[in-house]
């Protein structure tokens, strides 16, 4: 049940329709002057809540953290702007009753965003207001129409997009290195008796048994591995600036300017005339 004692959670709390649809938050609860009880919030809606409708408390449902409001998300959004100055004038009210189908009038008073209502203007108040003019669509006005439009207002949020690591394991692969080896191999040399090797050959017995041994060396490959380091790797970041494209619907109010009851008129008087 919505009373008194829910306004304070009430202010700022989510509001839904009836599909569960997200319309805004609330701004300010209104009281029924006659029992003191909440009767009408107003809705911030709008894509930085700038706008602000009010919608009735009477089939609303207040689960404790949301608003679930008895009509659809564009009859909020569409319902007749009144100023929210603290205080909601009968008329006022009437045309909001009207446009929502519900029946009754009283005159609420603004509970604002601390629940106080020492901001309420009485109806003697508000007959001082000198009137001007008469709009069809409304309460009293002077003799300008105001046109009003809503103007999109882009902002930026800094949101987490991501994490990067550094990781290294130890992979394995087959490296082939060609390395030149040397050896030994036995050549057999025969050189003529000359007369510088005559005494060299004639030294020994004339016939004997011999044996010459000689010895023969190679080179073999020997294989060692040592680990060294290479590079330093290191993550860092960089700005990318990029543009995109923002897409939302805004509305806005045309004046057009009709004279045909002007001409009706003035033909009337032409024909009376003769």
């Known amino acids: 049940m919505i009373n008194t004692n829910n306004i304070d959670s009430l202010i700022g709390a989510n509001v839904v329709d009836t599909e569960g649809r997200k319309v805004g938050t609330v701004g300010q609860v209104y009281l029924d002057s006659s029992t003191n009880q909440p009767s009408w919030v107003t809705v911030k809606t709008g894509l930085f809540g700038t706008s602000e409708s009010f919608a009735p408390l009477e089939t609303a449902d ?9 009509f659809a998300k564009d ?98 692969e087959n490296q082939t290195v060609t390395v030149p080896v040397s050896h030994e ?20 017995p004339d016939l004997s048994d011999e044996e010459h041994e000689v010895q023969l060396t190679e080179e073999r490959v020997v294989v060692d591995k040592e680990t060294v380091p290479v590079e330093r790797v290191r993550l860092g970041t960089e700005t990318v600036t990029e543009d995109q494209r923002v897409s939302e619907d805004v509305r806005k109010e045309e004046i057009d300017y009709d004279e045909s009851d002007i001409e009706r008129k003035g033909r009337r008087a032409r024909d009376d005339t003769i």
């Open 62 to 70: 207040w689960s404790g953290d949301e608003l679930r409001i008895g």
């Open 75 to 172: 009859v909020v959004k569409d319902a007749p702007r009144i100023d929210t100055d603290g205080a909601l004038e009968s008329a006022d009210e009437d045309a909001l009753y009207r446009y929502y189908g519900l029946s009754g009038s009283t005159v609420g008073q603004s509970t604002g965003n601390t629940g106080n209502s020492d901001d309420t203007r009485t109806d003697a108040a508000a007959g001082d207001r000198r009137t001007e003019g008469y709009d069809t669509s409304g309460p009293t006005t002077d003799d300008a129409m105001t046109r009003s439009e809503e103007q999109l207002r882009v902002g930026k949020e800094q949101v987490s997009a991501g994490r990067a690591r550094l990781r290294k394991h130890v992979v394995t």
């Open 185 to 204: 191999e036995v050549t057999l040399e025969r050189e003529p008796i000359t007369d510088a090797n005559r005494g060299n050959a004639n030294s020994g």
